[in-house]
């Protein structure tokens, strides 16, 4: 394995996991592994051509948002979805027997219906707003570094960013009651539609 090959190993074993996750919120959870392939093509071909004017880091998730991007354009109209948390599956062995157990497992699916109701809400932003929120909320990369990888001025960004929280909170004010449950942990309600 020469050099090139083992630089291209070594980003693609940290970034990996960071950049499926990534695309999975971006675009739709299914078409997350071929993002994923897609972006590290994409990457190993720029490699050698990447001259350190940003952080690798920057370049690398540059390239994810413009195929997430180009995959949203082209599947326009089909649903789309945004896991808010990563996945986990809930063990079922079938003995949920104490009150504590219960109480978790009635917590925990409370939790991914809230999620649920969020990931909806947020799906219905805009593809920028949703991306510079994926990225700012969830992937906690700074405005600075924001603006690099959309392309964008920092000034722009952050009006971007302003832009696509005030319509998240007005989505979300629209759509949920928020209140804090008896263990004082942030919760919500949906709406019910035919409330006015």
């Known amino acids: 394995m020469d050099e090139s090959e083992r630089r291209f190993q070594e980003i693609y074993e940290e970034y ?7 695309v999975a919120r971006i675009a739709r959870e299914c078409e997350a592994e071929d993002l994923t392939q897609e972006v590290f093509v994409r990457v190993g071909r720029g490699l050698d051509a990447f001259r350190g004017e940003s952080a690798l880091s ?8 413009n195929a997430a991007l180009d995959r949203l354009r082209s599947s326009r109209g089909e649903s789309q979805r945004l ?11 079938g003995k949920i027997g104490t009150d504590e157990r219960r109480h978790s497992a ?24 949703r991306s ?3 990225l700012s909320e969830l992937e906690g990369f700074k405005d600075s570094e924001i603006a690099d990888i959309v392309g964008l001025s920092l000034q722009a960004t952050k009006i971007r960013l302003h832009r696509a929280r005030a319509k998240l909170r007005e989505a979300l004010s629209n759509a949920c009651d928020f209140y804090r449950d008896e263990e004082n942990e942030f919760a919500c309600e949906r709406k019910d539609a035919d409330k006015t």
């Open 16 to 22: 990996r996991a960071k950049v499926l996750r990534y």
């Open 58 to 65: 920057t370049w690398i998730y540059r390239i994810a948002t």
């Open 83 to 93: 896991p808010i948390d990563e996945m986990t599956e809930i063990e079922e062995d």
């Open 106 to 129: 009635e917590r925990k699916m409370l939790r991914e219906e809230m999620n649920g109701c969020i990931r909806g809400i947020v799906d219905q932003l805009p593809d920028s707003y």
């Open 132 to 134: 510079v929120i994926v």
